[in-house]
């Protein structure tokens, strides 16, 4: 038998194989790679160490503990809790270790996702490859996490590398799920490397033929991608002598943080090559790479139609995401990062610039769970961008470019179309904190050589901090974007734009920031309605309300703005107007300014930036542009009355557009409102939703409803709006507002919570007014996304009978009001978020509220915790002292053994609200403040639920915090929705007396 330290012999009868298994499907996600910070070892000083390693444990012959993750006789440990940026040591331990050689890693995604924009945790391995002891049957491997510093969970899987007799039966993969937690001192920035296919490379039979495509991610401790150019070293480039070759020394890391490079086969093998990685800011990342002729083949064939810029890769497996990657990824972009396999491929488009031809690398892998691997294809093909439909931004000068200073873009464009004008943008959402100007804008594009130019100044001003822009340019010729002929077609281009601080930067001007933009974007459709609008904030960004914007428009004459009386900011600072020219030239142009009396001088005016706006004949469309489709009740609405919105948002292919951002807004901005603050993020479907109202006064008539959203492959914003009118609810049916008395925990559970019985309901009145006032109410339940809701349920205030149902709605109760108010309680049978709805029999204008509510179940049997300590309490007479000095009082939750595991999820209610959410071991320094004014006068109940051992992690919640509460006397009327920070609560005594606080428990799940 070979030593297991020395490499593969291929005439030795040594095999690499993967073996089948039934394993749960992993969602897709490149695999972050496996490599090391320190000096990885050899295969033989790894086996030296393992077999250490297994002399340590106690016994004749060295098993795995109970403890353990694993599968098919390869057993994995521990599972952590391990910090992220440092190396931790997982051992491992093959049952038929005679018959193995050695074990190879991979890992799965992180979890949770990562946020939108944010690439999430890189986990690298120390060596890709453990060799197994030939007297133990152990090993270990050091693993270790990068990107944000918050906790995630990864699952980790080890392959068999066998020797294969005939008769052998090679085991399963093994895996384990990690947990990683944040650490106290992260560094400021990291880099991670990772590979679409997992070690060992398949350097094939003619190993010169076989290429690999790398990647390295660069984020800041935020988990926030950063950019800049990537040194790669420790492998060469162009070198005969090397095991690998590198495709390029530097690579940048783009908007998204990532970079990619390609690694070419030099060689039939490779083990231990070294490979490193370096950000400009010194963030480094380490490992070492192993090849082989008899690793894993590709087994997704990948074509490529130079006609429709398209490629398709054939895959077995349907419903499989094939993740899409390119070198250079500067010049390479796909249509999708992402695209599903239907009938056997799936297909993606590219758009590649650049000044001549070049080579460029494309990789298609899928996770597969069976193997524990991904498979994968690759592509090296030659692309010629002689003539490019596309609009090419280049930046004269040196990146970074210095904030606050102007600098020339130039755009080329040498496709068949004719260009004339060009529109220059940037997301206004990316970053809020910058304003980003052009100047000309639009610019003129002059005929040059067979190509057309165009240059325009960009200046970003801001907070004086390195910041990355991404520039949009779009053609505004009428036509030409959809013209028939594609070699005629004039298609937007985009570019990201790296900027500086400055040593000196300029003295902020004096007075407020009153900015403009267009929520409709850049061009306009003339003959129609567009919105505008204004941002008033004092220099540190607070924002000023309720201040009146004057505004004028100046160029095009036929340009008329929706009103010249001021319009008031709202809460944010915000005021809308709309602007719409009337003109039916191909293109014309107007300029909207807005103004404001400083509040704080009267004698001065904060101006506005110039907002130069180009509008074009109406009619014309692009490709490419999304549709937003808005959902709004009819008209009349009323006046302070809430109702649920909708959009669902499509892209020109009509496939869901997710994780975009929605803005809406609406005209008049100071009347008419919406309850979820912007932007709201569409989901998986491409929906998002939201309430509106509108604010006390006359009736409304026209009021504009609209949503936006910034389209990054046109370079502007989709958009769409409606019109309603509101009018004053008329006063007979005597229904004044729906009160929320007991509101349970709003949550987003992965289980059952189950408090007491009681603590899942909540307490409702519906105050009753008018002349004569209704003598009974009707209580209906909808799901503001699905419809009628049947599972919940409606009690009395006492909660020991159901509420009767009514003869003509059987979903429908009805109540009897006594002394002015309707008391009850609701429930429900499961999870539900819905809209509660009183109304007098015959009318359809009453009162609404959204409630959140958990499901209803008994008591799980579980250990009794320790109770709750308030450390004021008077335990001889069970009172609490109320002093005249202070607000509130101090609740401790135990963390006495065994039940002060302080990682546990904990929430923390008296009299059935929440005042505590996050985990015991986080709760504040000498316990969580609770306001007095949550007291009732007697009865009051202390209740702390905590996911031990048994239930598994059921409660996930936002950083530890206290919830502020008000006092208020029971009864008033809420019209709109009720807000979790500010609840009203029962008038208390007068301070310095006392209250009974009887019933104090605690109860687990």
Known sequence: ????????????????????????????????????????????????????????????????????????????????????????????????????????????????????????????????????SLETGMGTVKIMAVGPNTGTK??????????????????????????????????????????PECPPFWTGTNYEDTDHLIGAVYVDKNGMPLSGEIEWGGIPVGASWSYFNLASKYTPALQDGITTNCLLATNSSGYGTPLWVVAPDGARADI????????????????????????TAHYSVDGADILWEAYPGDQVTFTKRTTPVTNGSTQNTIKYTGDKPFIAYISASTFNPQKATRDYGTLRFELTPSQSNEIVITVEGDEPLPLYTDAWLDGTYSGGG????????????????????????????????????????????????????????????????????????ILPGNRSVSFKAVTQPPIPADGNSLALTSLDGNPLQSLQTHLIQATYTQPDGTPLANQPVTWSVAGDPKAVLTTTTPTYTDKDGVAINGVQCNSTAALTTATVKASAQNPFASSKT?????????????????????????????????????????????????????????????????????????????????????????????????????VSAFNPDTGSNDFQ????????????????????????????????????????????????GGSPPPTTILLTTTNPDLGTTTWVKMYTADGTQELARDGQNPDAYTIQPVGGVASFRI???????????????????????????????????????????????????????IPTDRPSFKVIIPTSSPYGLGTFDTVLLLNERVIYEGTIGGQPEGGIDVAYAALKSSGNTLVYLSSQESSGSVWQSPQP?????????????????????????????????????????????
């Not at 002059?446 to 910041?467: F, L």
């Not at 009323?638 to 929605?662: C, E, F, H, M, W």
């Not at 005209?667 to 939201?690: E, H, I, K, Y």
């Not at 509220?849 to 309490?873: C, G, K, N």
Request: proline share 11%; net charge negative.
């Open 1 to 132: 038998m070979n030593d297991p330290s020395d490499e593969p012999d291929p005439c030795s009868g040594i095999e690499i194989q993967e073996e089948d298994a039934k394993m749960t499907q992993v969602p897709n996600k490149p695999p972050r790679g496996s490599g090391t910070k320190d000096q990885p070892e050899t295969a033989r000083a790894s086996e030296q160490n393992a077999s250490k390693a297994a002399a340590e444990t106690s016994g004749d012959k060295q098993r795995a503990p109970t403890n353990v993750s694993g599968g098919g006789g390869i057993h994995i440990w521990p599972a952590g809790p391990l910090k992220l940026y440092e190396w931790n040591e997982l051992t491992v331990q093959v049952d038929d270790y005679k018959n193995i050689n050695s074990l190879v890693w991979s890992t799965g995604p992180d979890e949770p996702a990562p946020a939108e924009g944010q690439p999430g945790h890189t986990f690298m391995f120390d060596n890709a490859k453990t060799i197994v």
């Open 154 to 195: 990864v699952t980790v899987y080890a392959r068999a590398v066998y020797i294969h007799p005939p008769d052998y039966t090679p085991p399963l993969p093994g895996s384990i799920d990690l947990q990683f937690i944040e650490v106290d001192n992260p560094p400021e920035s990291s880099l991670g490397i990772f590979f």
């Open 288 to 311: 070492r790479l192993d090849g082989t002729f008899l690793g894993s083949p590709p087994s997704i064939i990948i074509d490529w139609d130079a006609s429709q810029n398209q490629l």
């Open 418 to 489: 004719a260009l004339d004008q060009v529109v220059w943008s940037v997301d206004p959402g990316a970053d809020p904190a910058y304003t980003v100007t052009f100047d000309p804008n639009p610019s003129q594009a002059t005929p040059d050589s067979g190509k057309y130019t165009t240059r325009t100044q960009i200046k970003v001003e801001g907070p004086n901090d390195p910041a990355d822009v991404t520039v949009y340019a779009r053609s505004i010729n009428p036509g030409d974007e959809t013209n028939a002929d594609a070699s005629k077609r």
């Open 606 to 706: 904060d101006e506005s930036n110039d907002l130069v706006l180009t509008f074009q004949k109406s009619g014309v469309s692009f490709p490419d542009g999304g549709k937003l489709t808005l959902k709004v009740p009819p008209s009349p609405l009323a006046i302070g009355q809430t109702y649920p919105v909708s959009v669902r948002y499509r892209a020109s292919d009509n496939s869901a557009l997710a994780n975009r951002k929605i803005i809406w807004s609406a005209l008049p901005s100071d009347r008419v409102q919406f309850v979820d603050p912007n932007p709201t993020t569409t989901d998986a479907s491409g929906s998002s939703s939201n309430q509106v109202y509108c604010t006390a006064g006359t009736d409304l008539l026209g009021a504009i409803l609209h």
């Open 721 to 768: 709006r409606t019109t309603r009118s509101f009018e004053t609810a008329p006063p007979p049916s005597g229904l004044l507002g729906v009160q929320i008395d007991k509101p349970l925990a709003r949550t987003n559970l992965t289980g059952q919570l189950r408090p007491t019985l009681e603590a899942q309901i909540i307490q409702c009145h519906v105050q009753v």
């Open 827 to 881: 429930a429900s049978g499961r999870m539900a978020d819905i809209m509660l709805n009183a109304n007098a029999p015959g009318r359809s204008d009453g009162p609404s509220a959204r409630l959140a509510l958990a499901l209803v179940s008994d008591l799980v049997t579980s250990p009794q915790l320790p109770p709750p300590v308030i450390p004021e309490l008077d335990k001889s007479a069970n009172n609490l002292p």
């Open 961 to 1005: 915090t206290s919830r502020p509460f008000k006092a208020g006397p029971i009864g008033n009327a809420q019209t709109g929705p009720q807000t979790v920070g500010d609840l009203e609560a029962p008038t208390i005594q007068v301070p310095g007396s006392t209250i009974a606080a009887k019933d104090i428990a605690s109860q687990t799940m």
